[in-house]
């Protein structure tokens, strides 16, 4: 059964740090374009992070280059988005995807296949 499942969110004071990862099953990562996304109450889901299927390549939303970083560990088959000076407006639930039509997906929803269930990240004194 394919499967991509987040964890490692949760409560964190502004400034602080996170690591999330995102655990596939079913699929082999780097098969995929991979991106993480999130979706904060009342707003669209936006793009935050990419990764081409080489992992060459990677790309971030203005509002988190130089706070957050994205990885990938092929032996576990796992995705990281390192998360660093947090602020409160990081605040969502964070979603993890994986696209096959496209080496590049960006961080265009329609391009990725499969989805994750989400993590919330909360950001708060």
């Known amino acids: 059964q394919l499967q991509l499942v987040e964890s490692g969110g949760g409560l964190v004071q502004p400034g602080g740090s996170l690591r999330l990862s995102c655990a596939a099953s079913g699929l082999t990562l780097d098969d995929y374009a991979i991106g993480w996304f999130r979706q904060a109450p009342g707003k669209e889901r936006e793009g935050v992070s990419c990764m081409s299927k080489s992992g060459h390549s990677t790309g971030y939303a203005d509002s988190v280059k130089g706070r957050f970083t994205i990885s990938r560990d092929n032996g576990k088959n796992t995705v990281y988005l390192q998360m660093n000076s947090l602020k409160s407006e990081d605040t969502a639930v964070y979603y993890c995807?994986?696209?096959?039509?496209?080496?590049?997906?960006?961080?265009?929803?329609?391009?990725?296949?499969?989805w994750g269930r989400g993590t919330q990240v909360t950001v708060s004194s």
């Open positions: 995807a994986a696209g096959r039509g496209y080496y590049y997906s960006g961080l265009v929803p329609s391009r990725y296949d499969y």
